[in-house]
């Protein structure tokens, strides 16, 4: 298994920027894809986007390409999620998640049921 601590988030006006972090420790698996979801009041869980070990990187919903971007440290084991030109729409509990495996292409969705170790959500909140 893996522990997962993540930091960031908070308001922010429309427009604006955030950058959200995953820090994951006590890590077993020698190959792990890391990946952060979000869900708003009412609605389910949505994959943002994942990257593995090698740097690849997952569907990115068309509501979040070319504003969010996902990078990781291999070194320190940790994962973010630079979000810019945020929007009324993106408002909503940010989750960092992280699996065994690696991701073979873009075309490789992350759905909440592939992943098995959580961390404990963040918030976003958009003003306009």
């Known amino acids: 298994q893996v522990q997962l601590v993540q930091s960031g988030g908070g308001s922010v006006q429309a427009g604006g920027s955030l950058t959200l972090s995953c820090v994951a420790s006590?890590?077993?698996?020698?190959?792990?894809?890391m990946g952060w979801f979000r869900q708003a009041p009412g609605n389910k869980r949505e994959g943002v986007g994942a990257i593995d070990n090698d740097g690849t990187i997952s569907y990115v919903p068309d509501s979040v390409k070319g504003r969010f971007t996902i990078s990781k440290d291999n070194a320190k084991n940790t994962l973010f999620l630079q979000m810019n030109n945020l929007e009324p729409e993106d408002p909503a509990m940010y989750y960092c998640?992280?699996?065994?495996?690696?991701?073979?292409?873009?075309?490789?969705?992350?759905?909440?049921?592939?992943?098995?170790?959580w961390g404990q959500g963040t918030q976003v909140t958009v003003t306009t």
């Open positions: 006590e890590n077993k698996y020698s190959r792990l894809i």
């Open positions: 998640a992280a699996e065994e495996g690696r991701i073979g292409g873009s075309w490789f969705r992350p759905i909440p049921e592939d992943f098995g170790n």
